[in-house]
């Protein structure tokens, strides 16, 4: 479920750094104040988008499944008083209904079993966002993968199309299928994912 991480967050203070996904950078075009938004950072990682939303006021329940993933987090900001972190796996942790303003799942609904696996994760994230709430969405797809920097890791890797189909009946305001070329810190492997990358709004009913 985490990807095969472990190793680089037990290798490096910060495996993924400290700036936020391009996505989540982008969130002020559509979010005009972030203060006091409910926000729930589903596979945070370290948190890297977590703090970026906090430092700007909002309060944000980050969880993932990697103890060393939420220990590196809570080293790397110890200050953010406003991030609730835990050490949770999303297939099963209890999400409350339309609650959240803003939902991210970033870079890891392709750790999960399968494509049924992730529609259902997918659904019950969109559970929890309140109308008119937004998603960001961040995953592998199935056009090109690189994984020799992630040996013994196998993504499920859905089309670009079909993530989309995930969110008939949302208003997608942005969507892109393009590359990432990215090096590890651990490992130095340069090497390239397709991405889906996409900000939806919820109906408001």
Excluded at 120 to 147: I, M, W
Excluded at 161 to 173: M, P, R
């Amino acid at each position: 479920m985490n990807g095969g991480y472990d190793d680089g967050y037990r290798e490096c203070a910060c495996f993924w750094g400290t700036d936020p996904g391009s996505l989540v950078r982008r969130l002020p075009e559509f979010i005009s104040d972030f203060r006091d938004l409910r926000v729930l950072d589903a596979g945070c990682g370290e948190g890297k988008n977590a703090a970026f939303l906090a430092q700007r006021g909002a309060r944000v329940d980050a969880f993932d499944v990697s103890q060393l993933a939420i220990e590196n987090g809570r080293r790397q900001w110890p200050e953010l008083q406003s991030i609730n972190w835990r050490v949770a796996d999303a297939r099963n942790e209890e999400l409350p209904a339309a609650h959240y303003d803003l939902v991210i799942a970033y870079g890891f609904t392709h750790c999960l079993a399968d494509e049924p696996e992730v529609a259902r994760l997918v659904h019950r994230l969109q559970a929890a966002a309140k109308p008119s709430g937004l998603h960001v969405l961040v995953a592998f797809n199935d056009r090109r993968q690189e994984l020799e920097a992630h040996p013994g890791f196998h993504p499920t890797l859905l089309p670009h199309a079909g993530y989309l189909d995930l969110y008939s009946g949302w208003e997608v305001l942005t969507e892109s299928d393009t590359h990432l070329t990215e090096i590890h810190p651990h490992n130095q492997i340069e090497h390239t994912h397709s991405m889906t990358r996409l900000i939806a709004r919820k109906p408001q009913a």
